[in-house]
């Protein structure tokens, strides 16, 4: 098969959303540290009517609705997700209720976890599918589905929820270079989620920063080694038309792409102008954990790699900024970001992404983006997720509500035999809902 990728998508995230300015006055942050500090803007939250069920329940039924594919054509379902509502049975049996109605229970796949880096875990298994010869000729479809909760305290505030669902196959306008992927797979504890009864993780945030750069670092290298064994020469960031990163908060991600940078000027790429040279010069002979910890390199490299960051990541911050972590949806909501702003230019151009769960798994890979053809197009694309009216029709709750919402959420986690408010005043048409959890734990949902 050629050019398997990803033929279609879809995004929902909750219309139940906090700015961080509101959230920063609430915690007593000082002014700027979540804005400025983080780089973000706002975050979305499920109310106790939704969580990552409905919402893929939603993602996967107007995807299919929106590109008109009939379910029976889907042969493989893959999920991704860290946020945990039954340890044994799968999102992607709550999914089933979709096809099944249809007559197709034929799909194989079931739920990927480790951290942010499930999404990417039931995307290769579904490009590999396909490339594979248990391929049926039919499509693969990854689901990535998180609600990213985190106790009071510094963290909270990179929260964020969503579920993003995507179509794949072949002759894709995101079509995969599957031979130059860098992984790096290691075993750390900077974050994780070890005590059952609760949603929260337990975090080290100092830690999961250095092991998110390193890995970095790490995929990189790699994936500069594959390319140049692959195609004969050196590879620099200035053959990434667009970079786009996991991204738990924004100065994250503009950390990481100066990184980059520093990576290249270590690597002696032609591409590095000589001002930045000059500028990079006195942090050459650091070693690799100095670096991580030297707060002048970190200025020193996202001074002279701004302008690249503006033409090559900045398209690709909007919903990551707007709505938060969304765990393994993350990565993907910042490629939609990037159709969303510049669908147009696209075709011909090379996007590299990188994707990073905790405890740790990470990969670096490209996409190869082609125009397309109806209803698969690069436009189309854009048009069917409509990022703009959906970020424009959220609502925004005060702290108190949001605080408020955190704590009816910490009780409603694990717990059973209760009717939700069934209020879905603030959800779009044909969204999923959550109406009860039974005695038995099973789970009800309605559609609006
Ligand atoms: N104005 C502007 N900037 C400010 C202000 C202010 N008033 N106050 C603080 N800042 C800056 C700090 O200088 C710092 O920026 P820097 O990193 O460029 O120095 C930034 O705001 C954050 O402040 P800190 O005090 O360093 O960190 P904090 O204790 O707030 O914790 C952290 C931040 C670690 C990211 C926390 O939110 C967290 O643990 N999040 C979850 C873990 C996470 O997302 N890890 C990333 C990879 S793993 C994953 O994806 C889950």
Not at 72 to 96: A, H, N, P, Y
Not at 120 to 136: I, K
């Amino acid at each position: 098969q050629k050019n398997v990728g990803i033929l279609a998508m879809d995004i929902y995230f909750p219309p139940t959303c906090i700015q961080q300015e509101a959230l920063e006055a609430h915690d007593g942050a000082s002014k700027g540290k979540y804005t400025i500090g983080l780089g973000q803007d706002c975050l979305a939250f499920c109310t106790e009517v939704e969580d990552v069920i409905s919402m893929s329940l939603t993602a996967v039924t107007t995807l299919l609705e929106k590109y008109g594919v009939d379910p029976k054509q889907i042969g493989r379902l893959e999920v991704g997700s860290e946020t945990v509502i039954d340890k044994s049975k799968s999102i992607k049996t709550f999914l089933m209720q979709i096809f099944e109605e249809c007559g197709n229970t034929d799909i194989e796949g079931v739920d990927s976890t480790n951290a942010c880096y499930g999404g990417t875990a039931a995307l290769f298994n579904c490009v590999n599918w396909v490339e594979s010869s248990s391929w049926d000729g039919r499509y693969g479809l990854v689901v990535c589905t998180d609600s990213a909760v985190y106790a009071e305290g510094p963290a909270r505030p990179t929260g964020g929820a969503a579920a993003i669902a995507m179509l794949i196959g072949p002759d894709a306008p995101i079509a995969f270079e599957s031979k130059f992927r860098g992984s790096h797979m290691s075993h750390v504890y900077d974050f994780y989620k070890p005590n059952l009864a609760s949603e929260y993780p337990v975090v080290d945030g100092k830690l999961s920063q250095t092991c998110y750069l390193m890995a970095l670092d790490s995929c990189y290298k790699r994936f500069c080694n594959k390319f140049e064994k692959l195609e004969g020469k050196q590879f620099s960031i200035s053959d990434a038309d667009y970079v786009v990163f996991h991204s738990p908060y924004n100065k994250l991600v503009q950390k990481s792409f100066a990184r980059l940078y520093f990576n290249d000027y270590l690597r002696n790429a032609s591409s590095v102008e000589e001002i930045a040279k000059e500028k990079l010069g006195p942090f050459s002979a650091l070693s690799g954990d100095e670096s991580y910890q030297s707060r002048d390199l970190e200025k020193a490299t996202q001074q002279v790699a701004k302008h690249l960051y503006d033409a090559k990541v900045k398209p690709t911050t909007l919903l990551p900024k707007q709505v938060g972590n969304m765990y393994t949806a993350s990565l993907y909501a910042a490629f939609a970001s990037l159709l969303h702003n510049k669908n147009s230019t696209l075709a011909g151009q090379r996007a590299m992404m990188f994707s990073y769960g905790s405890g740790l798994s990470s990969t670096m890979f490209s996409f190869q983006l082609r125009e397309g053809q109806h209803p698969f197009s690069l436009s189309n694309i854009a048009t069917v997720m409509n990022v703009a009216g959906k970020l424009k029709s959220r609502h925004e709750f005060p702290a108190e509500k949001f605080v408020e919402t955190m704590k009816l959420m910490e009780h409603r986690y694990g717990a059973k035999d209760f009717v939700t408010s069934k209020d879905c005043s603030l959800l779009a048409p044909g969204t999923y809902y959550l109406t009860e959890v039974d005695s038995m734990f099973r789970r009800f949902y309605a559609k609006k």
